[in-house]
């Protein structure tokens, strides 16, 4: 998991550095500069999770101190060192900004427990800021209208500001697969981790989540396995957050912490400013694509178009290139559709191809693809779906569409079959336009043999 990190500015910088090496700080990766040049060259290279300092100049208020480093690094936390209790300098330094001074008479008893509440339990968050101050905070969510790159802003700046470990930002989905779907993560080292977390872990928190922030032991979830331990590392907490957007539409945040938050954390006021700014950019970024949606959708059957199936295409691909997922393509077409126009007219045909649109929606989850490609060919894209799966799937598609009789609210029974074509990514192909062919031409052996089939790419007829 990503490390948290601790930069010392100081001249003299020894007896901070024996505090930090405590074992309670294991893992955090921690930063010395003796050189107040070298310190500004890192603080603009480089993210912290917490600074301790010292002041280098004896000229130099304690206030301007504060103000050289917060310039560089304005939402870190500052812990200030100072020599002797009293005088102007304590002022100086919270006029600053510092987050907490300690004086050096009590270095070895405070340093380290001051250390922890920021790296572990988000006192960062405690912070006074200003409404401008909060408004400046959250822009970088309420800017964004990108709903994958508003994901990954929000999950960064909650675990920047809790001093989580990592994090995930997930939805729940029906049906075959994990259960969830990941919308964007930090801090794993390897992003397939996220989906190995939430098989684990995923159906306890949804149902721990509410609509505030709140925090519960990982033991609260699941019996820790080893594996799970593993996985954790020294984090013991999940702090959680449900996104309630529309009805039946919601989304959960997850931080795994080494602390536990206390509840003028969890009440703070950039936290809860912050979550709220998080649910109504998500909500408007949602909405964007709900009315980005409606140009892709056949106005015939209400089904997504052709066009549609790019944009859905290149967006599996990139998320199963970084969470290592797969994903199955369906390419099917009507058998002798071209009978029930010639038989009953184009008014008749037109109400078959809705009502098969309707046969195939009703064989997939909500977070699958179904596409009217085009006159009476659809493609169906099922998402966490190896070919084997697909099989099954696409048997059931192929045996309703058998079973129906179509046309019944004209008095009509008309029989039809279907023919379909499954490739998979990775196991046939790896770009868009090889799944797409290696399906297309899996359908038309089939429709070359006896139609009413499932054919696989590169495979023989399904039995």
Not at 2 to 15: C, G, H, M, T
């Amino acid at each position: 998991m990503a490390k948290q990190r601790v930069l010392i500015l100081s001249s003299d910088p020894a007896p901070i550095d024996r505090i930090v090496r405590e074992p309670s700080l294991a893992g955090v990766h921690i930063t010395v500069h003796e050189d107040w040049e070298k310190g500004v060259s890192a603080l603009s290279k480089e993210n912290f999770s917490v600074i301790v300092a010292r002041k280098f100049r004896k000229a130099q208020t304690a206030e301007a101190f504060i103000r050289d480093i917060l310039s560089l690094a304005p939402k870190t936390p500052v812990i200030l060192i100072l020599p002797k209790k009293g005088g102007p300098s304590v002022l100086g330094g919270l006029r600053g900004g510092a987050s907490e001074i300690i004086f050096e008479e009590n270095l070895g008893r405070e340093l380290l427990p001051s250390l922890e509440k920021y790296l572990f339990l988000g006192h960062g968050l405690l912070r006074k800021m200003s409404l401008e101050e909060l408004f400046d905070y959250c822009f970088p969510v309420i800017t964004t209208t990108d709903l994958d790159l508003l994901g990954y802003t929000v999950i960064e700046m909650f675990k920047e500001s809790l001093g989580a470990s990592f994090g995930i930002l997930f939805r729940e989905q029906e049906g075959r697969g994990t259960g969830f779907a990941v919308l964007a993560t930090a801090g794993f080292p390897d992003d397939s981790m996220a989906g190995v977390f939430l098989l684990r872990f995923g159906a306890g928190i949804t149902k721990l989540s509410s609509p505030v922030p709140a925090v519960f032991p990982t033991e609260s979830v699941a019996s820790l396995t080893p594996e799970d331990e593993a996985m954790l590392g020294e984090n013991r907490t999940f702090f959680t957050l449900r996104f309630d957007l529309s009805p039946g539409s919601s989304m959960f945040a997850v931080l795994a912490l080494r602390g536990v938050p206390g509840a003028d954390v969890l009440g703070s006021t950039l936290l809860n400013f912050f979550h709220r700014q998080v649910r109504f950019a998500l909500l408007n970024a949602e909405r964007g694509i709900h009315t980005q949606h409606l140009i892709y959708i056949d106005d015939l059957t209400k089904l997504y178009n052709s066009r549609y199936l790019n944009v859905v295409l290149d967006r599996e691909l990139k998320r199963s290139e970084r969470y290592r997922n797969f994903f199955s393509v369906l390419f099917m077409d009507l058998d002798f559709f071209k009978r029930v126009n010639d038989t009953h007219g184009h008014l008749v045909g037109t109400r078959v191809l809705v009502e098969a649109g309707n046969v195939l929606r009703s064989c997939v989850r909500e977070t699958d693809t179904v596409v009217r490609y085009g006159g009476d060919e659809f493609v169906v894209l099922l998402v966490e779906t190896r070919a084997e799966e697909a099989i099954l799937v696409a048997e059931r598609m192929r045996r309703m569409i058998e079973e129906k009789p179509f046309g019944q609210e004209k008095g009509l029974e008309i029989r039809l079959t279907i023919s379909i074509g499954i490739a998979a990514f990775p196991d046939h192909a790896t770009s868009k336009q090889h799944l797409l062919n290696l399906a297309d031409k899996a359908m038309y052996r089939g429709k070359d043999s006896t139609r009413n089939v499932v054919y696989l790419a590169d495979a023989q007829k399904v039995p």
